[in-house]
Nanobody
Framework: QVQLVESGGGRVQAGGSLRLSCAAS????????WGWFRQAPGKEREFVSA????????DYLGSVKGRFTISRDNAKNLVYLQMNGLKAEDTAVYYC????????????????????WGRGTQVTVSS
C-alpha cells in the first residue's frame, strides 16, 4: 500500500514563499506521475501542477505558471512544489497525488487518474 504525506504548508504574507514536500512510502516506481491539487473553502478541487515519470514533463495551472515549480527526486521518492510570489487566492489545502501507471499528457491534469492521495497540507496567504 502506498501512502503519501505532505509537509511544508503554513501561513505566509502575500509575496512570500513556501515549499511543499510529498513523501511516498511503499511500492515505488519512477514511471508514475505526481500531481499537486488544491481545494479552497467552498470551491472544488483544482489541478495545480503535475510532473511525469522518466522524462519529467511538467504542467501548471495557468494562474500559478511562473510562480510555482514542481520537481521530483526519484531516488528519495519525493516530490516538491516550490511556491513563490504567493497570493491570497492561493490559500487552500494542497494535496499530493500519484498515479499507478504513466499518464498521457492530456490526462495528467485530471484528478480522476490519480490513485493515491495524501491528506493535505494547509497553505494560508494573508494579504
Amino acid at each position: 500500500q502506498v501512502q503519501l504525506v505532505e509537509s511544508g504548508g503554513g501561513r505566509v504574507q502575500a509575496g512570500g514563499s513556501l515549499r511543499l514536500s510529498c513523501a511516498a512510502s511503499g511500492r515505488t516506481f519512477s514511471t508514475f506521475n505526481w500531481g499537486w491539487f488544491r481545494q479552497a473553502p467552498g470551491k472544488e478541487r483544482e489541478f495545480v501542477s503535475a510532473i511525469s515519470g522518466g522524462d519529467s514533463i511538467t504542467d501548471y495551472l495557468g494562474s500559478v505558471k511562473g510562480r510555482f515549480t514542481i520537481s521530483r527526486d526519484n531516488a528519495k521518492n519525493l516530490v516538491y512544489l516550490q511556491m513563490n510570489g504567493l497570493k491570497a487566492e492561493d490559500t487552500a489545502v494542497y494535496y499530493c497525488a500519484r498515479t499507478l501507471i504513466p499518464l498521457t499528457r492530456d490526462r495528467a491534469t485530471d484528478a480522476r487518474y490519480y490513485i493515491y492521495w495524501g491528506r493535505g497540507t494547509q497553505v494560508t496567504v494573508s494579504s
